[in-house]
């Protein structure tokens, strides 16, 4: 299985990007999805997941301009940024909960490569 994120790049404060991550290989299932980020010097956060069924959930820094999607025919998730902030700042990862064709019981977390988002004037 792999994840494979895109997207990512320089943007003044304000503005918008839009994060994608396509999973693929050997795929029986997905659960959850979602999106964490990393800023240098700081642990990894959790921005935005989303269920199989579209239930979704943020963190607080982001309500309100962050926008989580996926598309389940295509096991793709997506990140819409909007009023973008400096200390939005960060390698942006995907993530997923897979059941694998082979091992259809186990679930298991794959994570994509990462994408950078930086969010400067």
């Known amino acids: 299985v792999q994840l494979q994120a895109s997207g990512g790049g320089l943007v003044q404060p304000g503005g918008s990007l839009r994060l994608s991550c396509a999973a693929s290989g050997g795929i029986f299932s997905i659960n959850d999805m979602g999106w964490y980020r990393q800023a240098p010097g700081k642990q990894r956060e959790l921005v935005a997941t989303?269920?199989?069924?579209?239930?979704?959930n943020y963190a607080d820094s982001v309500k309100g301009r962050f926008a989580i999607s996926r598309d389940n025919a295509k096991n793709t998730v997506s990140l819409q940024l909007n009023s973008l902030k400096p200390e939005d700042t960060a390698v942006y990862y995907c993530?997923?909960?897979?059941?694998?064709?082979?091992?259809?019981?186990?679930?298991?977390?794959?994570w994509g490569q990462g994408t950078q988002v930086t969010v400067s004037s």
């Open positions: 989303i269920t199989s069924s579209g239930a979704t």
């Open positions: 993530n997923a909960l897979i059941r694998r064709l082979t091992t259809t019981r186990v679930l298991t977390a794959y």
